[in-house]
Structures are given as structure tokens and as C-alpha cells.
């Protein structure tokens, strides 16, 4: 769930889901989230309760998390398996982000700034993964999670 408008081409309950922010504070209140941030000017936050009933019954569930909101569910799920996705070089990460055409060449610069920091932090995690090619990087996930549900 996010705080941020809509970019062209997403729809509400596929993307995200588009909150206002007094929406958003409402969920907060109610302590509907697991995790969440501001990022970049905009709040972001995974809600609980799917995500719970989900792991009740023994199903596993992967989430699209920023360093800050992997740890902070860590937090609360001391089992959960955290990989950390890193792009090939910083060079393909600025391509990327350039190809999106959503972002200005500051915004850019910023996120760049921001991912760097993020990935001081990818020791903190439990695998290291590098996003240059989709399929062998889902395929290298899928191995990380059926290897820890072995050793469970």
C-alpha cells in the first residue's frame, strides 16, 4: 500500500494499493501494517493481516521490500529468509531507472544515492542475489527458500 499517486499504465489493487493519507494513518492506527516506511516522499507499507493468514497455514510468502522494511519484518519474524537483490553494477541500475521514464535525472541521482546505502547493508541479510537475468534470478530464490524449508 502506498501514499504516492498512481504512475501511468497501474491500477489500484494490482500495483498497489493507493491510499490517501488519511487512509493511510487509519491503517496505522489500527496497526494494519507488518512494515512501513516513508520512501521518498510517499509512505509504503505491507499489510498484516494477508500476510499472516498466508504464513498460518504454512504457505510461504515473498515480499518486494526496501532494506529498512526487510529488517523490520525480520523483527517480527526472526525465521523469515531475506535476500537481498542487487542489480549487475551501478551503471545498469541507472540504465534501468532511466528506462522507467518515470523519474527526473535528480530523482534518479537520489535513488542511486539511496540504493548505494541499502547495499552496505546486504551482509544483514541471509543470501545476495544479482538481477541480471530474471529467469536465474527467480530460479536462485526459489533454490534459497526450498533449501531453508529443508533445513527447518
Known sequence: MTTRPA???ERDGV??????DEEFD???Q????????PVFGARYGTPREPIEERLAVGTDVVLDLDVQGALAVRSQHP???????????????RRRLMARGVDDPEEIDRRLAAAAAEEARAPEFDAIVVNDDIDRVVEQVAGILADRRVTR
Do not use: N, T
Open 15 to 20: 500495483d498497489y494499493h493507493f491510499l490517501s
Open 26 to 28: 487509519a491503517r496505522l
Open 79 to 93: 525465521d523469515a529468509v531475506l535476500v537481498f537483490v542487487r542489480p549487475p553494477s551501478r551503471e545498469e541500475q
Open 30 to 37: 489500527r496497526d494494519d501494517f507488518l512494515e512501513w516506511f
Open 7 to 9: 504512475r501511468a499504465g
